[in-house]
Structure formats: C-alpha cells, structure tokens
T-cell receptor, first 113, second 115 residues
Framework: ELKVEQNPLFLSMQEGKNYTIYCNYS?????LYWYRQDPGKSLESLFV?????AVKQEGRLMASLDTKARLSTLHITAAVHDLSATYFC?????????????FGKGTKLSVIP | DSGVTQTPKHLITATGQRVTLRCSPR?????VYWYQQSLDQGLQFLIQ???????AKGNILERFSAQQFPDLHSELNLSSLELGDSALYFC??????????????FGPGTRLTVT
C-alpha cells in the first residue's frame, strides 16, 4: 500500500524567510503532484513532476523530485502572506487503466508579517 | 475555475438518510474521480470512472456507490448516512489527450453535514 508522508504538518514562518516542505512516499511512482488549498476551497494544481530530477518553479515556489530517494520537496523563497494555505503532495498509483492519487496529510503554512 | 462543477455546494441531512452528489467533468475529460476530505482521515480517494466504466476503487464504503452516465457526468450516492460521513466531497476529472496527461482538476466540492 502506497504511503505518503509530508513534513512538517504545520509551518509558521515570517515574511521574507525561506523554508522547505518534504514529501516522502513508500513505493515507486512515475509522477507526483503538488496542490494548494485555501480554507474551505478546492485544490489548485501547482506542479506536476514527471521524472527523476524534475524541477519546476513558479514565482516563489520551486518543486523537485528524486524518484530514487522517493522524495519531493517544495521550497518557498522569501515567503509572503499570500502563500498562506495548506499544501498537499499527491503520488500516483496506476495500472490496468486505473489511476488514483494518494495524498499526504498536508502542510498548513502560515506566513506572518 | 477548474471547469469541473459540483452540486450542491452544501448539504445538511440526518443520520440514516440517503443523498446524491453530482459532478460534471471538464469538457472532453473522460475520467472522473471522487475524493473525501475529512479532518481525521485527510484526503482519501474513493473511486474512479472512465467513460462510464469503473476503473479503480479506493477506501469507499459499501454504503457508498457511484456511476458515470453517457454524458460523462457522475453521481456519488451515499446511503444510511452516519455522523462520520460528514466531510467535503470532491470530484476531479482528467484527460488522456492533453500534454499534462492524467493531471486531475478538482471541482469546488460538496460539503456534507450529517446531524
């Protein structure tokens, strides 16, 4: 059974600081997603990581994937208040025409002015 | 806006009742997925349909069932409801045609409260 672990689960950081969220998963997968969720809202896709060594950047967020270590990171650079949200990583399990995401528990990020 | 629509937005019902949640995928998407998000269980995959056929089952209770219709919309039926079924239910859809193949786009969710 695929297990996905995120840490930390809660992160309070000051504006302007850098930090990294980690996502470990237990079995081989060929793709990983990062999503953002604001309170009471739906999930917004941030990044799709398809291969070992993949790195994607959007604004102050950068995601990377190491399939050998079964590890993805979401790095936040010079945090701003607008980044306050819950961030989820999700790992794909696929086979025989099926396709499902297993989510981590999420990291609740609070950026303090 | 992801293009996935879900109705109703909110639903309040009593224990033992039955409800139906509806989802319309993005135009052209053949796959529909249902997820449950609760405080204690987090985000859990329930079931996937592809072009009307069930393709994958996750942690879906026997009291729950789903189907996908010829027009590709999907319904999730929840019966004999219990307090613990209170949660946010998301539908997502994906395409095998786009470059971002199999990326799942989530609807706004239906918040179910069982009293």
């Amino acid at each position: 059974e695929l297990k996905v672990e995120q840490n930390p689960l809660f992160l309070s950081m000051q504006e302007g600081k850098n930090y990294t969220i980690y996502c470990n998963y237990s079995t081989t997968s060929d793709r990983l997603y990062w999503y953002r969720q604001d309170p009471g809202k739906s999930l917004e896709s941030l990044f799709v990581l398809l291969s070992n060594g993949a790195v994607k950047q959007e604004g102050r967020l950068m995601a990377s994937l190491d399939t050998k270590a079964r590890l993805s990171t979401l790095h936040i650079t010079a945090a701003v208040h607008d980044l306050s949200a819950t961030y989820f990583c999700a790992v794909v399990s696929s086979g025989a025409g099926s396709y499902q995401l297993t989510f981590g528990k999420g990291t609740k990020l609070s950026v303090i002015p | 806006d992801s293009g996935v629509t879900q109705t109703p937005k909110h639903l309040i019902t009593a224990t033992g009742q039955r409800v139906t949640l509806r989802c319309s995928p993005r135009s052209g998407d053949l796959s529909v997925y249902w997820y449950q998000q609760s405080l204690d269980q987090g985000l859990q995959f329930l079931i996937q349909y592809y072009n009307g056929e069930e393709r994958a089952k996750g942690n879906i209770l026997e009291r729950f069932s789903a189907q996908q219709f010829p027009d590709l919309h999907s319904e999730l039926n929840l019966s004999s409801l219990e307090l613990g079924d209170s949660a946010l239910y998301f539908c997502a859809s994906s395409s095998s045609q786009s470059l971002r193949v199999y990326e799942q786009y989530f609807g706004p969710g239906t918040r179910l409260t069982v009293t």
